[in-house]
């Protein structure tokens, strides 16, 4: 009689083939409550086909493969002469032209379209998370270029094109076009104000010479760069084009790229400016100033993809458990399981619920939400991408074993999740950031305090959490040394006060429970055996 050895029972079906838009019941919600119904129909359609796209079985092996197969710099050519350019895999460039044909960089041209581009980034990130680089910066290049209108003229109709053009020719013969960033030099980091590089104006009026070298440069394959460089005046923001109007490559020497722990799809590099062209935007000295607001819009896409890195480990989390069968049972079921599955769901879902509130706020484009922005994005950029690690750990664990199985996925979720606590300004200067919208913009926090309250008197733990956090507010003596504690509670009680008034009564009353009402342990699984912990999960579970 042949007998087998290995017969393959009790695993779960891959999670491909759906439609990871509708299955986020969360991101749904919160499209449907800030779209304007004018449109919503319209936005319903596209994310819902990005959603499809996303969650197909070519497009996530696309994925995998721009994750095994990372960018190579190519310095010369084989004649020698210097060339600069990074080679990517082909399923990068597949990756990068859907997510520019789906709007990724055109949020600021189209209505609605802040909240339109967030849930497609949440969704997109799903996918491999390394694109949503170049997407984020050339999204947020507009902002900045708007301080010198021509400039604005000439480059945002190509920003915010959705034609991918990956080949290097002069903007002016492209229909699209992506931007990079290089603010960080390696003797100051963060400390942009200690940066070296030299600015020599030209003869030509807005025209400058850059030597000098960034450490970090993101998406060193890009048409153009926002970069800060110190003018006769003072540090200044320039943009530096990686093809001149005639043809020619400015001069870009990329020394080498990056070897990063995640975020392995994507080229971040360590470049060097030896009389590289520049042209000034906004006026000398003015630079922090100029280019914040393109480091405001890539701070919020920190918290989105944290976010939809977040609903990926979840989904991956409760998709196993709901097949994997172990001690009698449907893992789903077990008690103790469907804790942790519920707790991880909690916080997946407080984080997309925040996010997409403040691109709300962009769309609105009104004073009170400008000044909600100010205090918002930096406290939940703190406090959201530093969930989003423990939140990716923990959901690999769900599959056991399998979980630190590269096939699994989850490893690649964990080594990408502690990046964007780290991007745009990592957890201290984030917290320092707030404390100075505290001190120096108190409409910030008045906005932001009455957005809190529209929950006021809904749950008690939340109206005590409130009233901890204005004490904490009305002594800001020696406040630097606990600003994390700090931003971290106008975090927690922002997101409790918006799950209060939108989300399901089972989802609000366990956050209130567990992150407002001190009912929680130090690790995830914790929450009161209590609360409805089944249709929590349920509500996570990734199924249309």
């Not at 017969?7 to 990871?20: A, E, I, M």
């Not at 959603?51 to 994925?63: D, I, L, P």
């Not at 042209?279 to 003015?286: D, S, T």
């Not at 097949?323 to 909690?346: H, I, Q, S, T, W």
Request: with cysteine; proline share 5%; aromatic share 6%.
């Amino acid at each position: 009689m042949a007998r087998t050895t290995h017969t393959v029972t009790n695993q779960p079906p891959p999670l491909v083939g759906h439609d990871v838009y509708t299955a986020d019941r969360a991101l749904v919600a919160a499209v449907e409550r800030h779209v304007d119904p004018a449109v919503l129909e319209e936005a319903r359609s596209e994310l819902a086909a990005l959603g499809r796209t996303s969650g197909s079985a070519q497009v996530q092996e696309w994925g995998v493969l721009a994750n095994e197969h990372p960018p190579r710099l190519r310095t010369h050519d084989r004649y020698g002469h210097r060339v600069d350019e990074v080679d990517f895999h082909p399923s990068w460039h597949r990756l990068l032209g859907k997510g520019v044909s789906a709007g990724l960089t055109s949020a600021w041209t189209r209505p609605g379209g802040h909240v339109r581009r967030a849930a497609a980034f949440v969704v997109w990130t799903q996918v491999e998370a390394g694109n949503g680089c170049p997407l984020s910066m050339t999204h947020a290049a507009v902002p900045a270029l708007r301080a010198d209108p021509d400039l604005a003229a000439e480059w945002e109709p190509r920003l915010t094109s959705t034609v991918y053009d990956r080949e290097l020719r002069p903007a002016h013969l492209k229909a699209g076009a992506l931007f990079g960033m290089g603010m960080t030099e390696k003797q100051g980091g963060s400390d942009v104000r200690a940066n070296t590089t030299v600015a020599r104006p030209l003869a030509e009026d807005g025209a400058y010479e850059l030597t000098g070298h960034k450490w970090f440069c993101s998406a060193p394959m890009s048409d153009g760069f926002l970069v800060l460089a110190r003018a006769p005046e003072g540090v200044t923001c320039f943009l530096v084009p990686r093809v001149l109007a005639d043809g020619s490559r400015n001069t870009f020497l990329i020394q080498r790229l990056k070897d990063k722990l995640g975020n392995r799809s994507n080229a971040s590099a360590e470049v060097e400016f030896d009389g590289t062209w520049a042209r000034r935007v906004g006026a000398e000295r003015r630079g922090v100033r100029t280019i914040i607001g393109m480091v405001a819009a890539t701070r919020l896409d920190c918290v989105l993809g944290s976010a939809g890195l977040m609903r990926q480990a979840v989904a991956q989390a409760v998709h196993h458990c709901s097949y994997r069968e172990a001690f009698g049972g449907k893992l789903l079921d077990k008690p103790l399981m469907r804790n942790v599955l519920a707790d991880l769901a909690l916080e997946s879902e407080a984080a997309t619920t925040l996010a997409l509130r403040l691109a709300a706020a962009y769309d609105s484009g009104d004073e009170q939400d400008r000044a909600l922005l100010r205090l918002a994005v930096p406290a939940a950029k703190f406090w959201v991408t530093k969930r989003c690690a423990p939140v990716a750990v923990e959901a690999a664990e769900c599959l056991g074993g399998n979980g630190y199985v590269e096939e699994s996925g989850l490893p690649r979720l964990v080594r990408e999740s502690p990046l964007n606590s780290i991007w745009e300004g990592a957890g201290n200067i984030q917290a320092l950031d707030v404390l100075r919208a505290l001190q120096r913009e108190p409409a910030a926090l008045d906005v932001c305090l009455r957005e809190i309250g529209l929950a006021r008197g809904a749950d008690h733990r939340l109206d005590a959490a409130i009233k901890g956090l204005l004490t904490e507010l009305a002594d800001l003596e020696g406040v630097e040394a606990r600003a994390r504690r700090l931003v971290e509670r106008l975090a927690l009680v922002l997101q409790g006060s918006l799950l209060v008034r939108f989300a399901p009564p089972e989802v609000a009353d366990a956050f209130c429970a567990s992150r407002l009402g001190g009912d929680w342990g130090a690790s995830f699984g914790t929450l009161p055996h209590t609360l409805d912990l089944a249709s929590v999960v349920e509500r996570a579970r990734p199924v249309a």
